[in-house]
T-cell receptor
Framework: DAGITQSPRHKVTETGTPVTLRCHQT?????MYWYRQDPGHGLRLIHY???????DKGEVSDGYSVSRSKTEDFLLTLESATSSQTSVYFC??????????????FGPGTRLTVL | KNEVEQSPQNLTAQEGEFITINCSYS?????LHWLQQHPGGGIVSLFM?????KKHGRLIATINIQEKHSSLHITASHPRDSAVYIC??????????WGAGTKLIIKP
């Protein structure tokens, strides 16, 4: 398995509180991604990073921010959590970015519940 | 309309049956991926293909570029094959578009 960990694995929080999810990799891959997974939807890209301090928005970036100060860590922050952000969040990494055969490796996921 | 459609959404079968999961897409693609998500949540890549057929153990993936359709087959299915199978395509801009997944349950 690719060396990707996510923390915490489960979190319950209240509406309006800030939440930070962490993704840590030991593969030295350049690209890192945050997705959310909800019933009836495919994985939806929130933000991604193509290098230290280089990030860009995905299709569902509103209400989320990210930071990448080190190659191995990619943080996802919900500044003020809302119930619509209750979801399972997956981090992924890839060695290459947008090549046709680019393969992504996934972390175990974080289940976030916002009450 | 979703750009990547998987069918069926849910599939329950008996151990030993031949399984087919379908993926249809409406965009031009550079590659198609099949992934497996186990009940515990972990997602692993099974296949990446842009033409023809690939086989790995009891799993076979085929793609027909002209018909914009791919199938994932499982031969001699086993309860441990129970999982969600996800199709994703990389479009001509190399962006990944994900299907909603097919939940497969294999009963002993």
């Amino acid at each position: 398995d690719a060396g990707i960990t996510q923390s915490p694995r489960h979190k319950v929080t209240e509406t309006g509180t800030p939440v930070t999810l962490r993704c840590h990799q030991t593969e030295n891959h350049r690209y890192m991604y945050w997705y959310r997974q909800d019933p009836g939807h495919g994985l939806r890209l929130i933000h991604y990073s193509y290098g230290v301090k280089d990030t860009d928005k995905g299709e569902v970036s509103d209400g989320y921010s990210v930071s990448r100060s080190k190659t191995e860590d990619f943080l996802l922050t919900l500044e003020s959590a809302t119930s619509s952000q209750t979801s399972v969040y997956f981090c992924a990494i890839s060695e290459y970015g947008t090549g046709a055969y680019n393969e992504q490796f996934f972390g175990p996921g974080t289940r976030l519940t916002v009450l | 309309k979703n750009e990547v459609e998987q069918s069926p959404q849910n599939l329950t079968a008996q151990e030993g049956e031949f399984i087919t999961i379908n993926c249809s897409y409406s965009v031009g693609i550079s590659a198609l991926h099949w992934l497996q998500q186990h009940p515990g949540g972990g997602i692993v890549s099974l296949f990446m293909l842009s033409s023809g057929k690939k086989k790995h153990g009891r799993l076979i993936a085929t793609i027909n570029i002209q018909e914009k359709h791919s199938s994932l087959h499982i031969t001699a299915s086993h309860p441990r094959d129970s999982a969600v199978y996800i199709c994703a395509v990389r479009d001509s801009n190399y962006q990944l578009i994900w299907g909603a997944g097919t939940k497969l349950i294999i009963k002993p």
